[in-house]
Protein backbone atom coordinates (compact mmCIF):
# COMPACT_ATOMS: atom_id res chain seq x y z
CA UNK A 1 0.00 0.00 0.00
CA UNK A 2 1.66 3.85 -0.82
CA UNK A 3 2.18 5.97 2.00
CA UNK A 4 0.26 9.08 2.15
CA UNK A 5 1.55 12.53 2.81
CA UNK A 6 -0.55 14.46 4.24
CA UNK A 7 -0.76 18.08 5.65
CA UNK A 8 0.00 19.07 9.18
CA UNK A 9 -2.73 22.03 10.32
CA UNK A 10 -3.15 22.66 13.58
CA UNK A 11 -1.05 21.32 15.56
CA UNK A 12 -1.93 17.03 13.75
CA UNK A 13 -1.79 15.62 10.74
CA UNK A 14 -4.82 16.21 8.71
CA UNK A 15 -6.05 15.21 5.28
CA UNK A 16 -7.95 18.14 4.54
CA UNK A 17 -10.72 18.45 2.20
CA UNK A 18 -8.89 18.00 -1.37
CA UNK A 19 -7.93 14.65 -2.63
CA UNK A 20 -5.27 15.46 -5.22
CA UNK A 21 -1.93 13.88 -4.65
CA UNK A 22 1.31 13.93 -6.40
CA UNK A 23 3.90 10.82 -6.67
CA UNK A 24 6.57 11.22 -4.64
CA UNK A 25 9.44 8.97 -6.07
CA UNK A 26 12.57 8.01 -4.45
CA UNK A 27 15.76 8.84 -6.72
CA UNK A 28 17.59 6.03 -5.89
CA UNK A 29 15.39 3.74 -7.96
CA UNK A 30 12.58 5.66 -9.41
CA UNK A 31 10.00 4.25 -8.03
CA UNK A 32 6.90 5.84 -6.38
CA UNK A 33 7.06 5.74 -2.45
CA UNK A 34 4.32 7.87 -1.69
CA UNK A 35 1.36 10.26 -2.31
CA UNK A 36 1.38 13.45 -1.01
CA UNK A 37 -1.98 15.33 -0.75
CA UNK A 38 -2.39 18.74 -3.09
CA UNK A 39 -4.11 21.50 -1.32
CA UNK A 40 -7.02 23.51 -1.91
CA UNK A 41 -7.29 27.32 -1.34
CA UNK A 42 -10.07 26.06 0.74
CA UNK A 43 -7.38 23.79 2.68
CA UNK A 44 -5.12 26.88 2.77
CA UNK A 45 -7.59 28.90 3.92
CA UNK A 46 -8.27 26.62 6.97
CA UNK A 47 -4.20 26.85 7.59
CA UNK A 48 -4.12 30.19 7.76
CA UNK A 49 -7.68 30.40 9.61
CA UNK A 50 -5.59 28.50 12.44
CA UNK A 51 -2.49 30.06 12.85
CA UNK A 52 -4.49 33.71 12.47
CA UNK A 53 -5.72 32.54 16.23
CA UNK A 54 -2.73 30.62 17.55
CA UNK A 55 -0.64 33.76 16.42
CA UNK A 56 -1.87 36.34 18.87
CA UNK A 57 -1.47 33.53 21.86
CA UNK A 58 2.20 33.38 20.15
CA UNK A 59 2.77 36.79 20.04
CA UNK A 60 1.70 37.48 23.80
CA UNK A 61 4.65 35.18 24.94
CA UNK A 62 7.91 37.27 25.85
CA UNK A 63 10.73 36.86 23.46
CA UNK A 64 12.91 35.14 26.05
CA UNK A 65 10.18 32.34 26.00
CA UNK A 66 9.68 31.95 22.38
CA UNK A 67 13.50 31.74 22.33
CA UNK A 68 13.05 28.65 24.69
CA UNK A 69 10.91 26.88 22.94
CA UNK A 70 13.44 27.70 19.54
CA UNK A 71 16.52 25.92 21.82
CA UNK A 72 14.37 22.24 22.83
CA UNK A 73 13.70 22.40 19.27
CA UNK A 74 17.28 22.32 18.65
CA UNK A 75 17.69 19.51 20.83
CA UNK A 76 15.40 17.33 19.22
CA UNK A 77 16.29 17.83 16.10
CA UNK A 78 19.68 16.61 17.17
CA UNK A 79 18.15 13.69 19.01
CA UNK A 80 16.78 12.75 15.64
CA UNK A 81 18.96 13.81 13.32
CA UNK A 82 19.86 10.25 11.77
CA UNK A 83 15.94 9.81 11.58
CA UNK A 84 15.69 12.96 9.58
CA UNK A 85 18.71 12.52 6.91
CA UNK A 86 17.50 8.99 6.42
CA UNK A 87 14.10 10.70 5.33
CA UNK A 88 15.80 13.24 3.44
CA UNK A 89 17.56 10.90 1.08
CA UNK A 90 14.97 9.03 0.73
CA UNK A 91 13.20 11.49 -0.78
CA UNK A 92 15.62 14.05 -2.23
CA UNK A 93 18.65 11.99 -3.13
CA UNK A 94 21.00 13.11 -1.10
CA UNK A 95 23.92 10.93 0.26
CA UNK A 96 23.18 10.21 3.76
CA UNK A 97 26.26 12.80 4.55
CA UNK A 98 24.89 15.63 2.47
CA UNK A 99 21.27 14.95 4.04
CA UNK A 100 23.06 15.95 7.73
CA UNK A 101 24.95 18.61 6.57
CA UNK A 102 21.22 20.33 5.27
CA UNK A 103 19.82 19.72 8.54
CA UNK A 104 22.53 21.31 9.63
CA UNK A 105 22.60 24.39 8.10
CA UNK A 106 19.18 24.98 8.85
CA UNK A 107 19.77 24.34 12.51
CA UNK A 108 22.11 27.11 12.59
CA UNK A 109 19.18 29.94 11.34
CA UNK A 110 17.71 28.28 14.51
CA UNK A 111 20.99 28.74 16.64
CA UNK A 112 20.90 32.02 15.34
CA UNK A 113 16.83 33.33 16.20
CA UNK A 114 17.51 32.19 19.44
CA UNK A 115 19.34 35.36 19.99
CA UNK A 116 15.88 37.06 19.17
CA UNK A 117 15.55 39.13 22.68
CA UNK A 118 18.72 41.04 21.51
CA UNK A 119 18.16 41.32 18.14
CA UNK A 120 14.23 42.83 18.70
CA UNK A 121 15.25 45.73 20.72
CA UNK A 122 13.87 49.08 19.47
CA UNK A 123 15.99 52.51 19.49
CA UNK A 124 15.46 55.90 21.07
CA UNK A 125 17.02 58.84 20.31
CA UNK A 126 16.57 62.00 22.49
CA UNK A 127 16.97 65.01 20.66
CA UNK A 128 16.78 64.08 17.41
CA UNK A 129 15.94 67.52 16.54
CA UNK A 130 14.43 70.24 18.06
CA UNK A 131 12.04 69.06 20.53
CA UNK A 132 12.11 66.23 18.57
CA UNK A 133 12.77 62.33 20.09
CA UNK A 134 12.52 59.65 18.24
CA UNK A 135 12.07 55.78 18.99
CA UNK A 136 11.58 52.27 17.06
CA UNK A 137 9.23 49.72 17.71
CA UNK A 138 9.63 45.92 16.84
CA UNK A 139 6.47 43.69 16.31
CA UNK A 140 4.99 40.25 14.60
CA UNK A 141 3.25 41.02 11.59
CA UNK A 142 1.25 38.25 11.92
CA UNK A 143 0.55 35.19 9.70
CA UNK A 144 3.70 35.01 7.36
CA UNK A 145 5.05 32.20 4.90
CA UNK A 146 7.38 29.90 3.18
CA UNK A 147 7.19 28.85 -0.62
CA UNK A 148 10.48 26.38 -0.38
CA UNK A 149 12.43 24.67 -3.15
CA UNK A 150 12.99 20.55 -3.73
CA UNK A 151 16.64 21.27 -3.46
CA UNK A 152 17.45 22.10 0.46
CA UNK A 153 13.89 20.42 1.94
CA UNK A 154 15.07 20.82 5.38
CA UNK A 155 17.18 24.23 5.48
CA UNK A 156 15.22 26.23 3.86
CA UNK A 157 12.34 25.25 5.21
CA UNK A 158 14.16 26.24 8.93
CA UNK A 159 15.56 29.41 7.17
CA UNK A 160 12.01 30.85 6.62
CA UNK A 161 10.35 29.48 9.78
CA UNK A 162 13.22 30.17 12.47
CA UNK A 163 13.30 34.32 12.59
CA UNK A 164 9.98 34.07 11.76
CA UNK A 165 8.66 32.13 14.62
CA UNK A 166 11.43 33.85 17.00
CA UNK A 167 9.76 37.54 16.05
CA UNK A 168 6.40 36.26 17.32
CA UNK A 169 4.71 35.42 13.64
CA UNK A 170 2.93 32.59 12.72
CA UNK A 171 4.01 30.96 9.44
CA UNK A 172 2.28 28.70 6.43
CA UNK A 173 5.27 26.35 4.78
CA UNK A 174 4.27 25.07 1.38
CA UNK A 175 6.80 22.45 0.93
CA UNK A 176 7.92 20.72 -2.55
CA UNK A 177 5.51 18.49 -3.03
CA UNK A 178 8.73 16.26 -4.59
CA UNK A 179 10.13 15.95 -1.19
CA UNK A 180 7.45 17.19 1.67
CA UNK A 181 8.43 14.63 4.61
CA UNK A 182 11.50 16.28 6.45
CA UNK A 183 8.98 19.82 7.06
CA UNK A 184 6.14 17.54 8.03
CA UNK A 185 8.28 16.10 10.55
CA UNK A 186 9.98 19.04 11.53
CA UNK A 187 6.30 20.69 12.57
CA UNK A 188 6.14 17.94 14.49
CA UNK A 189 9.61 18.20 16.71
CA UNK A 190 8.54 22.08 16.95
CA UNK A 191 5.08 20.80 18.75
CA UNK A 192 7.35 18.86 21.18
CA UNK A 193 9.09 21.62 21.54
CA UNK A 194 6.34 22.94 23.11
CA UNK A 195 5.35 25.54 19.90
CA UNK A 196 1.59 26.52 20.24
CA UNK A 197 -0.34 24.48 18.07
CA UNK A 198 -1.39 26.41 14.46
CA UNK A 199 1.54 28.70 14.98
CA UNK A 200 3.43 26.56 12.69
CA UNK A 201 1.17 25.02 9.14
CA UNK A 202 2.95 22.44 6.88
CA UNK A 203 0.02 22.99 3.43
CA UNK A 204 1.57 20.32 0.62
CA UNK A 205 0.14 20.93 -2.87
CA UNK A 206 1.14 22.13 -6.11
CA UNK A 207 0.21 26.14 -8.36
CA UNK A 208 -3.36 25.83 -6.37
CA UNK A 209 -1.76 25.85 -3.55
CA UNK A 210 0.71 28.63 -3.87
CA UNK A 211 -1.83 31.07 -5.57
CA UNK A 212 -3.92 31.15 -2.52
CA UNK A 213 -1.15 32.04 -0.48
CA UNK A 214 -0.04 34.77 -2.90
CA UNK A 215 -3.63 36.09 -2.53
CA UNK A 216 -4.81 35.80 0.88
CA UNK A 217 -5.18 39.14 2.62
CA UNK A 218 -4.34 37.53 6.07
CA UNK A 219 -1.05 36.32 4.88
CA UNK A 220 1.36 39.62 5.52
CA UNK A 221 4.19 38.37 4.03
CA UNK A 222 5.85 35.48 1.57
CA UNK A 223 9.23 34.34 0.95
Known sequence: MTTQIPH???????????????????????????????????????????AVV?????????????????????????????????????????????????IQRGVEVIEFAVGIPHLMKGEFTEGAGSGID???????????????????PAMIPLWKAGPALACGNAIIIKPSE?????????????IEAGLPAGVLQVVNGDKEAVDAILAHPDIKAVG
Do not use: C
Not at 14 to 26: C, F, Q, Y
Open 134 to 152: VYSMRQPLGVVAGITPFNF
Open 8 to 50: FINGRRTTGESTRTADVLNPSTGQTQAQVLLASATDVDAAVAG
Open 54 to 102: AQQEWASWNPQRRSRVLMKFIDLVNQNKDELARLLSLEHGKTFEDSLGD
Open 178 to 190: RDPSVPLRLAELF
